[in-house]
């Protein structure tokens, strides 16, 4: 089906939803204002909303990317008031700075577990905290590792069935479908275009891209596993 090119979404129809949204929790906005100044890349403020709404019935949730918890509070804020996230980041910093924001939000401890360590290294080396399975899993750290941090949850049996698998960043700002050029040997584009397509073509999922922020991947996986 052609796509209808007339009328796409600009900066008003942007902040007319965001008008229309529930407030946010202080400690979003808190989070928002140092990750800017700081270089640190969190989701939109739009990605988070859509991660609260997915997060709803989620009790089991992995993260591989916390950097400052951003992300980690919005899922937190959707989920039952007993649902678990597991998060994945090395850099202790960055952590440490999110374990205060959550408090402030006033997320119950033990509900949320950090992994201190670079994903890879600690799926490998069969961390209790991330066996699963999960409800949803949300990454976002190395862009050139999706594929592998996909095969860990997938072939690692850590997804229940019908989990959702949710990826941030995967249209890279044009590069991954070719609106906008990649330089040459630009890996990243290669590994997150391969990613995609894997991801889309891959019966045990049903899967799409929401042209949201950077470009959300959302999967829906129907391989093996218990259910939700
Ligand atoms: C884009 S930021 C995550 C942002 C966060 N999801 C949010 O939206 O609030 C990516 C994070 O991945 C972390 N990271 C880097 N290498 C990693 C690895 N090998 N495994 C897990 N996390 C990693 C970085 O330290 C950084 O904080």
């Known amino acids: 089906m052609k796509a209808d090119r007339a009328w796409l979404p600009d900066a008003i129809d942007l902040d007319w939803i965001e008008s229309a949204s529930a407030a946010i929790d202080p400690a979003l906005g808190a989070i928002e ?52 996230i597991v998060t994945v980041d090395p850099d202790t910093e960055r952590t440490a700075a999110a374990r205060r924001w959550w408090r402030e939000a006033g997320i119950a401890d033990g509900r949320i577990t950090q992994v201190s360590a670079p994903a890879l290294t600690a799926f490998a080396a069969a961390d209790p905290a991330l066996a699963g399975p999960f409800d949803l899993a949300f990454i976002d750290a190395l862009k050139d590792e999706y594929g592998a941090y996909l ?35 630009d890996r990243v584009t290669v590994a997150l275009r391969a990613f995609c397509e894997r991801v889309m073509s891959d019966g045990r999922f049903t899967a799409t891209i929401l042209p949201l922020g950077d470009g959300l991947l959302l999967a829906a996986w129907r391989g093996g596993g218990e259910g939700v």
Do not use: F, K
Not at 49 to 66: C, M, N, P, W, Y
């Open 151 to 185: 095969d860990e949850l997938t072939a690692g049996g850590r997804l229940a069935r019908g989990a959702l698998v949710v990826a941030d960043n995967v249209l890279w700002s044009g590069r991954v479908s070719g609106s906008r050029p990649a330089a040459d040997g």
């Open 33 to 84: 204002a140092a990750a800017a100044p700081a270089g640190i890349p969190i989701v939109d403020r739009h990605t988070g909303r859509v991660l609260s709404a997915l997060a709803a019935d989620r009790r089991r949730i992995v993260e591989v990317g916390t950097a400052y918890g951003y992300s980690t509070l919005w899922m937190a804020l959707g989920q039952p008031a007993d649902g678990t």
